[in-house]
């Protein structure tokens, strides 16, 4: 059984520039949450889909981050235009249950914003 | 509110040594408390979980236990391997599905 996948696996973008994550869950997972990691600090919820809809979006730090699900299956998350303190590490999890004691992680996207 | 405060790192053991990571907890309601792990390269795994308090979770030699009076649930195993080398994170998580992340801690175990 694959593993949740993120793409790219690093970017680097300038500042006022667009990005769009990737994250591909397990499949037959409704859940899927973004996390974020920046600067070494703590890693802090975005937000939570249940297949196609957005259960929780309580972390979403401003609006230029757009997070989308269409069909319920694999989730994109778009940063535009991109700060500098945006940089960081942006990960994705699945579950498959609602609440679910273990979420699986992918290996996590590196932006850089410059 | 839900917060969770780890040792900053990074910590460097020999291989064999005993290892302890403190983690202390702040949640509303009754939290379950997890150590995830992220080898190099890799995502992070879940490395082990504790449900409710007195409860001791284990996994590949680590251990932890739900102290839910001085609300901690500290990482420990009795003799690290260079293999353990690697970000531990500790996390809760309550009526909410999301998790609460420490900052981590970098643990590095030289031969």
């Known amino acids: 059984e694959a593993g949740v996948t993120q793409f790219p696996s690093h970017s680097v973008i300038e500042k006022g520039q667009t990005v769009t994550l990737r994250c591909d869950p397990i499949?037959?997972?409704?859940?899927l949450y973004w996390y974020r990691r920046v600067m070494g600090k703590e890693i802090k919820f975005l937000l939570h889909f249940v297949k196609e809809s957005k259960q929780d979006e309580s972390g979403m730090p401003n609006n230029r981050f757009l997070a989308e699900r269409t069909g319920g299956t694999y989730s994109t998350l778009k940063v535009q235009p991109a700060e500098l303190e945006d940089s960081g590490v942006y990960f994705c999890a699945s579950s498959q249950e609602l609440r679910s004691d273990e979420q699986y992680f992918g290996p996590g996207t590196r932006l850089t914003v410059t | 509110g839900n917060s969770v405060t780890q040792m900053e790192g990074p910590v460097t053991l020999s291989e064999e040594a005993f290892l302890t990571i403190n983690c202390t907890y702040t949640a509303t309601g009754y939290p379950s408390l997890f150590w995830y792990v992220q080898y190099p390269g890799e995502g992070l795994q879940l490395l082990l979980k504790a449900t409710k308090a007195d409860d001791k979770g284990s996994n590949k030699g680590f251990e932890a236990t739900y102290r839910k009076e001085t609300t901690s649930f500290h990482l420990e195993k009795g003799s690290v391997q260079v293999s353990d080398s690697a970000v531990y994170f500790c996390?809760?998580?309550?009526?909410?599905?999301?998790?609460?992340f420490g900052t981590g801690t970098r643990l590095t175990v030289i031969p």
């Open positions: 996390a809760l998580q309550t009526g909410a599905n999301n998790l609460f």
């Open positions: 499949s037959g997972h409704d859940n």
